[in-house]
C-alpha cells in the first residue's frame, strides 16, 4: 500500500488543502425535498377523474457535513436515500428547500456559468461499476473525460501523466489505461470510476452504494482506499449504504432515513451504540451477529409502506412496537434530544 | 445415510481455447434436516454446484465426471424428463430474484396450482386449498385473496414467500436456495431467514444454503463450506470454521468483514482477485494471495485434510497437527 500512499501523497500537493476546523460546514442541505409527479397521463385523469398522484421520495432532510467528515445515509429500498444523492449532485433539481456547498447555495449556481466550477469540487461515486462505465471507452479516456470537459488538463502529455498519477493512487497500473473496461473485475472497475471521480480534485464526493455489488474481500480493498484518499487529500464524503457494518466503518455522522425522512441523526458511535428511533434499533437488531452462531435475530414484522400513500402520522407506527395515538396522528419532527437527532414522539416523552 | 451425496463431482465448459473446469473435485454430503451452507465470492463455483445438483446446468456446462446421489441413486446422469420428476417433488429450488422466477404473466395461485398438480395426485380444488395453505405458512397475510393477485402486485419480500411457497409445494426432502435473501433488505431478510428455518425444521426438510453473506450462514447453517475456484477450501462446523477457521483464505474472508464492536482505521484485505477459469495457478489455487505459503503450496494440489474440527485444503495442516489460522 506504500506505493499508493506515495502517489496519493503526490496528489495531495498540487490540490488545495482542506480549511482549518471550527469554518463552516462544507455541505449544508436545509429541508431538501424533491417530489415527483407519477400521474396517470392526462387523458385518463380527465376520463377515469383520477387526482394528481404525487410521490414524495425526499420530504424535507436537513444535515450539515464538516469539511473532511463522512455522512452515512442509511436505510431500506425505497427510503429516499438515492434522491438525497442525487440532489447533492445537481442530477435532480430540488422541488423544495436548499442545498449550501462552501457557503454559497449550490442549486442556483449550479443554473449560472459559474455553475461548471462548482461541479468541479463536487463528484459522485455510482453503484454498479458494471453499468457507471462506458463499455466502448478505454481506461485512459474514461479518467480523462472530465479533465477535458473541464479543460484542467489540455496538454496531452500533461494529460497522460495526469491519469497515471490516478491510476496509481487508487493502487492500479499505468499499464491498465489502454484496456477497456470489461477486462477488469468488479473492484478494479469500481476503483476506476473512483480515480475518475477523483480526476477534477473535488472536495465532496458522493457515493451512493459503492460497494454493495462487490464480494466482502473486494469491498474491503474499495474501503480501504476511500479512506486511505479522505486522510490525505482532505476528501467530504456523503456515503450511502445499507449495510450497516460498512456505515459503521466509513462514516463520523449517521442518519437514518425512513420513508424520505430523516428519523435520526447522530455521530456513530452514539447512533451504534444507544440508538434512540425504535426504526434505528430495528435495523440494528436485523443485522446478522456472526460470532454467536444459530442465534435468531428477532424479526420485525411488516414491510415499508407504499410511499404513494404513506400512513397518517408517523410513518413508522404500522410496524412500531411502542406506536400510541399520538405517532397515528401527528408527524415527529426531527428535534435534538440528548444530544441526538431524533423524530420520535416516544423518545420525546420518556417512553422509550 | 446422508441424503444427498456428491463425489467428486467435475463440470466443465468446453470452449474455443480449451475446456474450462469450473468444478474440480467437489465432494460433500447432506443429513436429512440439515441446513448447509455454500460461501464464497463470485465466480468460485457455489451456484453452479446448486445448478448441477438440480439438473440445470446451462450448456455447454456438463458434469465431466463424479457423482450426485440422492437417497443413494443417482441423479446426474437421469434423462431430462425423469430428471424433471425429480425437480420439484424430490427437490426444490429458490432462486436469488424473486422476480424473476416467478411468471409475470401468471397468478401466483395458478402457478403454485400448476407445480403441486403436477407432482401430487390432487385435483384442481384440493390443489388450489393446499396452495392458500402453502401461502399462510409462509406467512402471506389474507392469502385466500391474494392467491389470485399477480408477482407484479406482491412486494419484493412477499414475493420470496411466494417462490418459498413454490419451492415447499411437493413437500420435498431438500432444498437448494441460491442467494435467497441478497436482493431484500435487512429486516425483510430476517424474517426470510426465519421463516426458512421454521420451515425447514417442521417438516425435516434439508436446505443447501447458497450464500456470499456469511452472517446469513453464521445464523442459519449446521454445516458451511468454503469455496474458492471451483474447489472446497474448508467444510465444517460453523461456528468453527467462523471462530476457528483452519483454512488461511477462510481467515482472511472473515478479517474482510467490517467489525461492529472494534474500531479500526483499516479493514483486513485480501490483496489480487481470485484467478480466472483459465489461468488457476498450479499448486494451492490460493497460494498467490496466501500469507502463509510455503513450496509445496506452489508445486502440490491439497485435498482436503482434517484440520481440528474442520476440514481443510491446506498443506499447512498436512504434517504437524492442526491449529487454527490466525487473521
Not at chain 1, 449504504?241 to 455521530?267: F, K, T, W
Not at chain 2, 483459465?278 to 502440490?300: L, M
Not at chain 2, 485434510?305 to 491449529?323: E, K, M, N, S, V
Request: contains cysteine; proline residues 7%; glycine residues 8%.
Amino acid at each position: 500500500m506504500s506505493a499508493v500512499e506515495k502517489h496519493v501523497s503526490a496528489l495531495t500537493e498540487r490540490s488545495a488543502l482542506p480549511a482549518p476546523a471550527g469554518a463552516a460546514p462544507l455541505v449544508r442541505a436545509t429541508d431538501l425535498a424533491k417530489t415527483f409527479d407519477v400521474s396517470a397521463p392526462w387523458l385518463n385523469r380527465v376520463l377515469e377523474r383520477q387526482p394528481r398522484q404525487l410521490l414524495r421520495a425526499v420530504d424535507g432532510v436537513s444535515f450539515d457535513i464538516a469539511r473532511g467528515e463522512t455522512l452515512a445515509l442509511v436505510g431500506e429500498s425505497g427510503c429516499g436515500k438515492s434522491t438525497v444523492a442525487r440532489l447533492l449532485v445537481g442530477l435532480y433539481e430540488a422541488t423544495r428547500g436548499g442545498f449550501e456547498f462552501d457557503g454559497q447555495d449550490a442549486h442556483a449556481a449550479f443554473k449560472t456559468p459559474q455553475g461548471r466550477q462548482l461541479r468541479r469540487r463536487i463528484q459522485m461515486i455510482f453503484q454498479d461499476p458494471y453499468a457507471s462505465l462506458n463499455p466502448r471507452w478505454i481506461v485512459e479516456d474514461i479518467i480523462a473525460e472530465p479533465l477535458r470537459e473541464h479543460a484542467i488538463e489540455t496538454d496531452p502529455q500533461a494529460l497522460h501523466a495526469r491519469v497515471d498519477d490516478l491510476l496509481r493512487s487508487v493502487g492500479m497500473s499505468p499499464q491498465d489505461r489502454v484496456k477497456y473496461p470489461h477486462q477488469f473485475s468488479g473492484g478494479q472497475r469500481q476503483r476506476i470510476s473512483i480515480a475518475r471521480a477523483l480526476a477534477t480534485q473535488p472536495e465532496f464526493l458522493v457515493c451512493d452504494e459503492p460497494t454493495s455489488a462487490l464480494d466482502v474481500s473486494v469491498q474491503a480493498q474499495v474501503l480501504n482506499i476511500m479512506k486511505d484518499l479522505q486522510r490525505q487529500q482532505g476528501l467530504t464524503y456523503l456515503f450511502i449504504s445499507h449495510n450497516l457494518a460498512v456505515v459503521r466503518h466509513v462514516s463520523d455522522q449517521v442518519g437514518v432515513m425512513y420513508l424520505g425522512r430523516l428519523v435520526e441523526l447522530a455521530p456513530k458511535h452514539t447512533l451504534f451504540d444507544s440508538p434512540r428511533h425504535p426504526y434505528t434499533r430495528m435495523l440494528l437488531d436485523a443485522i446478522p451477529k456472526m460470532h454467536d452462531t444459530g442465534q435468531a435475530r428477532t424479526p420485525v414484522s411488516g414491510e415499508v409502506p407504499n410511499p404513494l400513500n404513506p400512513p397518517a402520522g408517523c410513518a413508522f407506527n404500522p410496524r412500531c412496537p411502542h406506536a400510541n395515538d399520538r405517532c397515528r396522528n401527528e408527524r415527529p419532527v426531527l428535534q435534538s434530544i440528548g444530544g441526538v437527532r431524533v423524530a420520535c414522539h416516544a423518545v420525546e416523552e420518556g417512553r422509550i | 445415510m446422508s441424503l444427498l451425496e456428491v463425489k467428486n463431482l467435475v463440470v466443465e465448459f468446453p470452449s474455443r481455447r480449451g475446456t474450462l473446469r469450473a468444478l474440480d473435485d467437489i465432494s460433500f454430503s447432506i443429513a436429512p434436516g440439515e441446513i448447509l451452507g455454500v460461501v464464497g465470492e463470485s465466480g468460485a463455483g457455489k451456484s453452479l454446484t446448486g445448478a448441477s445438483i438440480i439438473g440445470l446446468l446451462e450448456p455447454p456446462g456438463r458434469v465431466a465426471s463424479g457423482q450426485i446421489l440422492l437417497h443413494g441413486q443417482r441423479i446426474d446422469n437421469l434423462p431430462y424428463e425423469e430428471m424433471r420428476k425429480v425437480r420439484g417433488r424430490k427437490i426444490g429450488a429458490i432462486f436469488q430474484d424473486p422476480l424473476t422466477s416467478l411468471n409475470p404473466l401468471y397468478s401466483v395461485g395458478r402457478q403454485l396450482i400448476e407445480t403441486i398438480t403436477t407432482h401430487l395426485p390432487l385435483n384442481q380444488a384440493q390443489a388450489r386449498k393446499r396452495a392458500i395453505d402453502l401461502l399462510k405458512d409462509t406467512g402471506i397475510p389474507a392469502a385466500e385473496q391474494r392467491i389470485d393477485h399477480f408477482p407484479h402486485q406482491f412486494s419484493g419480500g412477499m414475493r420470496q414467500r411466494v417462490v418459498i411457497a413454490l419451492a415447499l409445494a411437493a413437500e420435498p426432502q431438500l432444498i437448494v436456495a441460491d442467494e435467497p435473501t441478497t436482493a431484500l433488505d435487512v429486516s425483510i431478510q430476517a424474517q426470510i431467514i426465519t421463516l426458512l428455518k421454521s420451515i425447514c425444521k417442521d417438516r425435516g426438510a434439508a436446505v443447501m444454503l447458497i450464500t456470499h453473506d456469511m452472517g446469513v450462514i453464521a445464523e442459519t447453517c449446521d454445516r458451511v463450506a468454503v469455496m474458492y475456484a471451483g474447489r472446497i477450501a474448508e467444510v465444517g462446523p460453523v461456528h468453527e470454521v467462523i471462530n476457528h477457521p483452519a483454512h488461511p483464505y477462510t481467515a482472511g474472508l472473515m478479517a474482510c468483514i467490517p467489525d461492529m464492536s472494534v474500531d479500526r482505521e483499516r479493514l483486513h484485505q485480501i490483496d489480487g482477485a481470485m484467478p480466472r477459469l483459465n489461468a488457476i495457478p498450479t499448486g494451492c489455487a490460493y497460494n498467490p494471495r496466501c500469507e502463509r505459503v510455503f513450496d509445496r503450496c506452489r508445486e502440490e494440489r491439497p485435498d482436503l485434510i482434517d484440520a481440528g474440527a474442520t476440514r481443510a485444503a491446506c498443506w499447512l495442516h498436512a504434517a504437524q497437527p492442526a491449529q487454527g489460522v490466525a487473521a
